[in-house]
């Protein structure tokens, strides 16, 4: 995903007959609106397809098989969406969002059927108040976040390398590893998203962007905020999940 996708600086000079501040709080609500919409429907039928297969065991390796296919849609999705989305429909950005959201949902059914309801839940709470800190931290700080972005979107190449190998040559002790080294990265990426979506914000508020294409860019945005949560929250869960 390019995460420089809204760089104001890439942005067209347009005009909005609202005030900047209507504009600018417009598209924050979009942003968390549809990031919190995504995050809500990824775990509603996560739980769903969860309960499905615990009540119908016999379909497990069937479930197993089908779920490397599955994310391979979703990161195929993912790119075409972040690749595209210039010349698509605010409507069809925020559809494919939601596709997105619905598919990841199936597969992080795993989560359900791997670790306790418990700890789960004590994760997801953790997670929801490092990101709160985090992308507050990110909006207010008069601190550019540029390099920090830029190196851990480097370590997050390096992490999926890393993740990849350790699969196959898998070693408890490394997997520890790359979970906290996963954590710093995406505790990094956060509060460097939130300052780039305060700048885009911005960019919307003085009309650089007409309404279209801020509605676009609020679901991109979305997207970019719910994947920072939902790779920091896996992260946290394999270091203090219990498993059944």
Not at 14 to 35: C, H, K, L, P, Y
Not at 56 to 85: D, N, R, T, W, Y
Request: aromatic share 12%.
């Amino acid at each position: 995903m390019d995460r420089n996708f809204f760089d104001p600086a890439v942005l067209h000079d347009r005009r909005d007959t609202r005030s900047v501040a209507e504009i600018q709080n417009a598209f924050i609500n979009r942003v968390f609106g549809w990031m919190t919409a995504g995050l809500a429907l990824t775990g509603v039928i996560a739980n769903a397809v969860a309960s499905y297969i615990q009540s119908h065991q016999e379909l497990m390796p069937q479930f197993s098989k089908f779920l490397l296919p599955l994310m391979i849609v979703e990161l195929l999705l993912v790119i075409g969406l972040s690749a595209a989305v210039g010349r698509l429909s605010a409507a069809l950005a925020t559809g494919a969002f939601l596709l997105y959201a619905a598919l990841n949902g199936v597969t992080l059914s795993v989560i359900f059927l791997a670790y306790t309801a418990s700890s789960i839940a004590t994760t997801f709470f953790i997670t929801s108040g490092t990101f709160g800190a985090l992308g507050l931290y990110g909006w207010l700080t008069k601190r550019d976040l540029t390099a920090i972005g830029s190196l851990c979107f480097m370590g997050l190449i390096g992490l999926i390398i890393a993740s990849i190998v350790n699969m196959f040559f898998y070693n408890g002790t490394a997997a520890l590893v790359i979970s906290w080294i996963g954590v710093l990265i995406f505790v990094g990426l956060t509060a460097y998203d939130a300052q780039k979506i305060k700048r885009l914000a911005i960019a919307v508020g003085d009309g650089e962007v007409d309404d279209e294409t801020g509605k676009k860019f609020a679901v991109i945005g979305a997207l970019t905020l719910y994947l920072d949560f939902i790779n920091l929250f896996l992260y946290l869960l394999r270091i203090f999940g219990r498993r059944r």
